[in-house]
């Protein structure tokens, strides 16, 4: 009986209960294939031009979503953007997440001045608006995509460290932390071997969910100018440039769109569906 409480209770077998969290699974599931398998998926090239073919609408022979204002094939650019959107907020995530939480593990750890110090910097850093701060970022260290990665990825360092310091807090009173530094632990080996796994849940949920965010970050980037630059494909760039044409080519603007809203929604959905199931209140 508790055997089969346990197997209900699991992971996996929770997410698949949370019929939102398996629709979200799947969106970023198929916009993962298509960022990884783009040039199987489509033998085009992005950015093949065909100014005879240009303003194609949609449903066109060969086009299945028309082309753009160089007639270059729409859909294969929006799957080649499928890429780069999943590279930099998966890259930034991981830019943040990595000093963010080492920050926030060492300022909830050893708390007196050494918190008061790097929270405040923290408190600095959330003064600005995230895309602001994502803004002025580009600005300094120019275009491309890997700076577009660094850029986000700093700007989710703030977070990150909020995050891990709370957890922090709370662990590292529990009477098991404290049994361990009673044996004579490290405090680098009390901090990596025992708090942080007991940290992980939360800090997961957050950079789930602050994949969408970085996903808008880079297609905001790009419709201003200081992101991903063309012929590159990305959706933001994409967006920038059918938004002086929509109304004559309409579909240029709204597929890429489209594209971004489905992929912010999945990796919501995924994010709120991990909560849950990391949650160890929800037992059903």
């Not at 929770?14 to 040039?39: D, Q, W, Y």
Request: with cysteine; aromatic share 6%.
């Amino acid at each position: 009986m508790i055997l089969k409480e346990r197997k209900a209770n699991n992971a996996w077998n929770k997410l698949k209960r949370n019929k939102t969290a398996l629709i979200g699974l799947m969106i970023v599931v198929v916009m993962t294939i298509l960022a990884l398998f783009a040039s199987i998926i489509t033998s085009k090239d992005p950015n093949a031009m065909d100014l005879a073919n240009a303003y194609l609408k949609p449903g066109s022979p060969g086009h299945i979503l028309g082309t753009d204002e160089f007639g270059r094939d729409l859909l294969t650019r929006i799957i080649y953007g499928a890429r780069v959107s999943i590279i930099v907020a998966v890259g930034g995530m991981a830019v943040g997440g990595s000093v963010g939480i080492l920050l926030g593990l060492i300022s909830g750890f050893k708390g007196g001045i050494v918190d008061t110090v790097i929270m405040r910097f923290m408190d600095g850093m959330f003064a600005f608006p995230f895309i602001l701060l994502a803004l002025i970022l580009m600005t300094v260290l120019g275009d491309g995509i890997h700076n577009v990665i660094i850029a986000i990825g700093i700007a989710n360092i703030p977070g990150f460290a909020r995050v891990a310091r709370g957890q922090v807090h709370i662990v590292k009173n529990e009477e098991y932390t404290q049994a361990i530094r009673a044996l004579g632990a490290s405090d680098s080996r009390l901090l990596f071997k025992h708090i942080l796994p007991n940290c992980v849940s939360p800090i997961i949920v957050y950079g789930t969910l602050n994949v969408a965010g970085a996903i808008i970050s880079e297609a905001a980037l790009s419709f201003l100018g200081l992101g991903i630059q063309p012929p590159t494909a990305s959706w933001g760039n994409i967006l920038r440039a059918g938004k002086d044409t929509l109304g004559t080519a309409p579909h240029i603007a709204t597929f890429s769109g489209i594209a971004i809203i489905i992929t912010v929604l999945g990796f919501n959905l995924l994010g709120d569906g991990i909560r849950d199931v990391l949650d160890p209140k929800m037992k059903r």
